[in-house]
């Protein structure tokens, strides 16, 4: 009998076995069946379809951050001034 070649213990995935394994799971595979059809234990399956569907969203939430000390009103009128007198500092222009 052939000596057994070592298996590296971790191999990672390229981004097109990520995008395979998600397909598939669309496609309504199991992660037994996407598993053995990639040679992937399914908990790798599941653990890339949990990063797929948990990835955090592009934009934020409606009242996240903190909140607004100066209106948009406010807003305009310091950068007016800022532009007209570039050489004053924030306590001048706070002060005006």
Known sequence: MPPRRK???FQQLTEFERG???GLREGEFSYHA???RGQRNSSTVMR???QWTDEPQTT???GCGQRKVTSAHEDRHLFLMAVND???SS???AAR
């Open 7 to 9: 298996k590296e213990k």
């Open 20 to 22: 395979r394994i998600i």
């Open 34 to 36: 996407i598993g053995a």
């Open 48 to 50: 890339v379809w949990k």
């Open 60 to 62: 934020r939430k409606t």
């Open 86 to 88: 570039r050489t004053a």
């Open 91 to 93: 306590r001048k222009l």
